[in-house]
């Protein structure tokens, strides 16, 4: 039964709403998926874009994240294998033409269940984006994707936020005793009106974070009559994860998950040393307040050592991110930042004094090691030490904001 009504709410909402003409005109990119990002947070880096990456989006909807990694494949030449499975035909029909109106041809659409992937795998990345918390049992469904995921494999993840979904939950209920047992589109409607109508004082109207009820009536169907929905701490993720065998690797964007972000007092700041990676993101989570949704991934115990790209290697490649490099360091003043958007907080980001030349050698195919060789030919004073500081004050800059990553040579 709750299988039968999650399907019927994507048959007539189709979650996110969205138009296949549009790929005429822009790529939409996230997380998790990206290919740069999964190369770098769950591979290390090193990829062979030369051979099959077998990919699953358990729960794909109305295709972004597939789409978004399909084409980033195909622009790469890589020669993936990608399996799309959602429970709604209305959703996959969406996806299927935009991929038609793409003319990709690396992915193969399958209605199902991700509870039920006996047929399918093994996969080297599987993406669940937004599905999890849907589940009756999340577990089962993250050991489900377990099941069919490849050895050195990972898995990419977004759930819902508990601090940042403040407000979401009690007009849920609400609107359970104010629209059950009506059509769809009446309990639409309904909820609608009651959004007018809500005093300054709800918690809902009162939280800047949330806004997918504005954007279409899939958006508010989704986000306030869902008939299940949950919410995770970073604890609870964390809980999650060991229940499955699973490691987590990496928060997106890492810097919003780096309590030192929030905390200016330097008395206070020192408290924080010591606390590995799971709590601090756990107390930057309860200082910030905004995160409505985690994005994370995942590997095997096994292969969390290594999942992740490390700036400390010559032969490593520095990838940016949805920024133009060369653009940034004309404009670069010395000893200027650079501004950022922590999930509603702005932020200044220090810049080393290399960082403009650095970002104006960027390219995706140039080295470390050949940064600093181009550095060194026009300052021989440049020491290799000197050099590697500066790259790794640039890196954990941008790195923070999920815009610098790092592809390795395949081995």
Request: one cysteine or more.
């Amino acid at each position: 039964m709750p299988s039968d009504l999650l399907r019927a709410q994507y048959e007539a909402y189709p979650y996110p709403a969205r138009d296949p003409r549009d790929e005429t005109s822009r790529l939409i990119a996230g997380s998790p998926g990206h290919l740069d990002e999964v190369n770098h947070y769950v591979f290390g880096g090193r990829l062979d874009f030369s051979r099959p990456l077998r990919v699953l989006f358990a729960g794909g909807g109305t295709g972004d994240g597939t789409i978004m990694l399909a084409q980033h494949c195909a622009d790469a030449g890589i020669p993936a294998e990608i399996t799309y499975v959602d429970l709604s035909d209305a959703s996959r029909a969406i996806a299927e033409r935009r991929a038609e109106v793409r003319k990709l041809t690396n992915i193969a659409f399958h209605r199902g269940s991700l509870l039920e992937l006996d047929s399918f795998g093994p996969f080297d990345y599987i993406d669940c984006c937004g599905v999890l918390h849907h589940l009756e049992d999340p577990a089962a469904g993250l050991k489900s994707l377990v099941s069919v995921l490849a050895p050195g494999g990972g898995i990419g993840l977004m759930v819902y936020g508990t601090f940042g979904r403040t407000g979401v939950y009690p007009l849920q209920d609400a609107l359970r005793t104010l629209t059950g047992g009506l059509p769809d589109a009446e309990r639409v409607d309904l909820a609608k009106r009651l959004l007018k109508t809500l005093p300054p004082t709800n918690w809902l109207k009162r939280n800047p974070f949330i806004n997918d009820h504005q954007e279409s009536d899939a958006g508010l169907y989704d986000l306030l009559l869902h008939s299940r929905d949950r919410a995770y701490t970073v604890p609870d993720l964390a809980k999650l994860a060991a229940a499955c065998d699973l490691v987590i690797t990496a928060f997106i964007e890492p810097a919003r998950y780096d309590p030192a972000r929030y905390i200016a007092d330097p008395r206070l700041s020192r408290r924080l040393d010591g606390l590995d990676m799971l709590r601090r993101a756990a107390l930057a989570e309860q200082l910030s307040g905004s995160m409505t949704k985690h994005v994370f991934y995942l590997t095997r115990p096994d292969d969390a050592a290594g999942a992740v790209a490390r700036p400390d290697f010559p032969d490593a490649i520095p990838v940016l991110r949805d920024l133009d490099g060369p653009a940034i360091a004309r404009g670069l003043k010395p000893g200027a930042g650079l501004r950022a958007d922590l999930g509603g907080l702005p932020v200044n980001l220090a810049l080393p004094r290399l960082a403009g030349p650095i970002l104006a050698r960027i390219d995706g195919r140039t080295s470390i090691g050949q940064l600093f060789e181009s550095l060194a030919a026009n300052d021989r004073s440049l020491s290799p030490q000197a050099f590697q500081s500066q790259f790794q004050d640039l890196y954990a800059a941008l790195n923070g904001v999920n815009k610098l990553l790092l592809r390795r040579p395949a081995s």
